[in-house]
Structure formats: C-alpha cells, structure tokens
C-alpha cells in the first residue's frame, strides 16, 4: 500500500461550446443537493414542529424549515435544467423509456417539493398558533411523501447510470490511452 497521493486525472480541454466537469453545473453534482434535502426534510421539520408544539422553540424557528425546503426546490429546478441539457448525450446510450421515466419522477418530486413548500410557508404566516402548527405537521408529513418521490428519482437515475451506463457518455480516451471525462457540448438545436 502506498501512501503517495493519486496523480491528478487528465483533464478534457475547454473547447468551445463545451464546459468542463468540473463545472458547478454538472448534473451529477447538482442531483446531490436536493437529494439529500430530500433525506433530511422530514427530520428538520418533525423536529420543528415537535419543538413547537411542546413550547421548546418560538414559532419563528419555524422559518428554518421553510428556508430549507426553498433549497430543496430550488436546487430540484437547477437539477431539472441540467438534466434536460444533458439529455442528449446520454439519450444514446440509454433506452427512452428509462429516460423518461427519470425526468417524469424528478419533476413529479421537484412538484411535490414545492407543494410542501407552500404548506410551510403558509404555516408560517398564519396568525393561528393551532392553525400554523396544524398546518406546519401536515408539511412535515407531505416531507415524508417527498422523500418517497426523491426515492423514486434517485432509483430512476440511478438505473440510467449502473444498469444502462448513462455515465458512459462522459468518458472518452485521451492521450496515452488515459481516461478523460467530458462535459457535454452546448446544445446548437435551438
């Protein structure tokens, strides 16, 4: 076993019309974000509706919750948008059906998740203690039917990328034989 640190791997040149992986806009670094909002959500905010309820935390911690499922949603949309760029490349490697089906369960979770959203946040603005912490539960269990939906996706996803080689779309040989991941080339179809 060595201890020297691994050689840094080949990198694609920039070329025009196209952005490296390294990009923060890179579909599998965007899904990570959402997916793990997904996890957390329903133990941030069952937290928070118990410490509500019991009178542990003001009703105005409530708007933790809400700050972070607006991060759940927004990191969801960015999620969708680089996977519709992306589509393209790995359309050819992976069945449509299969494609498909990713697309419709993460816009289906990414629906959901702004669904939850608004319950928080109305929650949040009603000036009802009952009416808000009735309201906050509900949230915090349409968290749970999120994460089921993000389950979903991520399964979805995940079959495009070790069952179909979706991942495949990226890697190409570089010099020397060396492996070089890519970033998909702009789309010129518009």
């Known amino acids: 076993m060595s201890l020297e640190r691994p050689r840094p ?3 694609a040149k920039d070329a025009p019309g196209s952005f ?3 990009s923060f806009f890179f579909h599998p670094k965007v899904v990570h974000l959402p997916i793990a909002l997904g996890v957390l959500m329903p133990l941030v905010s069952g937290g928070l509706v118990l410490a509500w309820w019991r009178a542990w935390l003001p009703a105005r911690a409530w708007f933790v919750a809400v700050a972070l499922q607006a991060v759940l949603v927004g990191s969801g949309f960015a999620a969708l948008w680089t996977g519709g760029a992306e589509e393209e490349r790995v359309e050819e490697l992976v ?3 299969a494609l498909e089906a990713h697309e419709e369960a993460a816009q289906l979770y990414v629906a959901g998740a702004a669904l939850v959203l608004g319950l928080m946040g109305l929650a949040l603005g009603l000036p009802s203690k ?3 912490l009735t309201l906050a539960t509900a949230s915090a269990l349409g968290s749970l039917v999120v994460l089921g939906l993000g ?3 991520g399964e979805a996803g995940g079959a495009l990328v070790y069952r179909h080689g979706a991942a495949q779309a990226y890697v190409t040989a570089g010099p020397g034989g060396a492996t070089v991941r890519t970033a998909p080339a702009a789309d010129d179809d518009d």
Do not use: D, I, L, N
């Open 9 to 11: 791997r080949a990198r």
């Open 20 to 22: 490296a992986v390294e």
């Open 95 to 97: 069945p449509e059906g």
């Open 130 to 132: 009952r009416a808000g």
């Open 151 to 153: 389950v979903r996706t």
